[in-house]
């Protein structure tokens, strides 16, 4: 094990930085793009029988397109705007301390029956704080099983398998749905220059997951991994930390309570304004699907995190006066310069791809492949899950990978009538299983030192066999809950199913 994590970190650490990578890749599609252009190389769609000829960028109108379009690339790029607005509000939310009270309260109260479930039901859910879930839950998680007798490893192994196994799955709306969406919407526009994937095109299929991998999660951290770790690890006289309580103070419990308040009124709000046949937000038909409604998630979003962290932030007096609000939002947006910094050159290479229609040839080429193969239904979605798992290993960032994908597999599988929403809902299974094994992982490390507060002397060897129990069910576990999804016929998220017909 330990020469195979060697070797994963020694290919890893060969990887250039992400932005790099794709400003080689937007090179290499110039290059492409010419040679296959000077061979006069076409194909034909088969959904509008157009002929599709590739485009060089090394010409005239691609000089032309590559040094006028720089700015609009990546002003018009999708995700941009969509995880901007989402981390106002959430970031607001957070920098007030809602958040961290939140997984505070799930988790060291929980029954200690449910304690492990709970945990795991807190790590899910609490990707919609971002690196915080890790920051926050390994150690409370660890504490919390110390101070009940329990196997403190077990419980950051918990909480760590939670929120890096977990973290495409949650029962809210997360700055990573609106990121993948809007990558997936601007891949599928290769194929159709209307396509809109929503953050919530996966909701049913992810909130359900939670249950189930908290489920699984438990019963392999009860069964399997804490007895494992009172043989190996037994609790004695070597662990030596200190336990420190947090009770909450009379603010923040009052903060608490006055968020739950806000949050019936806001949903009732809601309610109202959609639940007219005549709302606006409806449908020309009055329906839901599609409608302005679903549209309208990201800034509905905004808006309630924003309303909760302003109360809970007055409540507990981390908001004293108008000018915290945009104070406490800023401080959560400079956190994404180095996400922006990725997307300009994300936004370049699709750009780029986009414009050579090198996008719809591949698209056409490898959807011809797969039909002539027969290589397709659930054995296609099998290989591509197992695909994005492997490329997790040595791409932890789960946008730079998607954006590396989305481009080549989203088109190509339109073609032949999967729904985009459901390749996406494919690669969160991979994205997420693999991410608590990885070497890369900027959390690999932190949840090892975490866990040597409690053993010292414990190595990367201990934490690699500790986390591939979870790893390997929770991608066994999420892939086969997919399937039982499919069997029974029922949409991954609001009018979105496998295929797109």
């Known amino acids: 094990m330990q020469a195979v994590l060697s070797s994963i970190e020694r290919v890893g650490n060969k990887l250039p930085h992400p932005f790099i990578l794709f400003s080689i890749l937007a090179a290499v599609v110039i290059v492409l793009s010419a040679l296959l252009a000077f061979l006069g190389v076409s194909a034909v769609n088969p959904q509008t029988e157009a002929e599709v000829h590739v485009r060089s960028l090394i010409s005239p109108e691609g000089l032309e397109f590559m040094l006028t379009s720089v700015v609009r690339n990546f002003v018009n790029f999708p995700p941009l705007g969509l995880i901007l607005v989402v981390m106002f509000g959430i970031g607001l939310a957070d920098k007030v301390g809602l958040m961290s ?34 920051l926050i839950l390994i150690p409370l998680a660890a504490m919390v099983y110390y101070s009940v007798g329990r196997h403190p490893i077990a419980g950051a192994a918990a909480a760590y398998a939670a929120a890096g196994a977990g973290f495409d799955a949650s029962l809210f709306i997360t700055v990573g749905d609106a990121l993948f969406a809007g990558i997936t919407t601007d891949a599928a526009r290769l194929v159709d220059p209307d396509a809109y994937i929503s953050p919530v095109d996966n909701y049913y299929f992810v909130a359900c997951s939670v249950f189930v991998l908290a489920t699984a999660g438990t019963l392999v951290i009860d069964k399997v991994v804490e007895p494992r770790l009172q043989r190996t690890l037994p609790l004695d006289k070597d662990f030596t930390t200190t336990v420190d309580h947090h009770e909450l103070t009379t603010d923040e419990k009052r903060g608490l309570k006055r968020v739950g308040l806000a949050t019936l009124v806001y949903l009732a709000l809601i309610l109202l304004t959609v639940l007219p046949e005549a709302s606006p937000l409806r449908n020309e038909d009055g329906g839901l699907i599609p409608s302005p409604f679903l549209r309208s998630l990201v800034p509905l979003m905004f808006g309630y995190f924003v309303v909760i962290g302003l109360v809970y932030g007055i409540t507990t007096g981390k908001i004293k006066n108008s000018k915290d609000v945009p104070q406490h939002m800023s401080e959560a947006a400079s956190e994404l310069a180095p996400t922006l910094v990725l997307f300009f050159a994300i936004s370049q290479f699709i750009a780029y791809f986009k414009w050579s229609e090198l996008g719809q040839f591949i698209a056409i080429e490898g959807s011809n492949i797969l039909q002539s193969t027969g290589f397709t239904g659930l054995p296609l979605v099998f290989a591509f899950i197992l695909m994005s798992t492997v490329l997790n290993v040595f791409m932890t960032s789960g946008s730079a990978q998607w954006a590396l994908m989305a481009p080549v597999f989203v088109p190509m599988l339109m073609m032949i009538d999967f729904d985009p929403a459901f390749v996406l809902a494919m690669f969160r299974i991979g994205d997420s299983s693999t991410n608590i094994i990885s070497p890369m992982s900027p959390y690999f490390s932190v949840a ?45 998220g609001p009018g979105i199913y496998m295929m797109a017909s």
């Open 101 to 134: 009270t939140l997984m505070q309260v799930s988790v060291a109260k929980a029954p200690s029956s449910l304690l492990t479930f709970c945990v795991f039901l807190a790590g899910i859910c609490g990707s919609i704080a971002s690196d915080a879930n890790y």
């Open 448 to 492: 090892l030192v975490y866990m040597q507060r409690y053993k010292p002397d414990m190595g990367l060897g201990t934490l690699i066999a500790t986390m591939l129990p979870m790893a390997v069910t929770f991608l066994l576990a999420w892939s086969a809950f997919l399937m039982f999804w499919l069997s029974m016929g029922w949409p991954i």
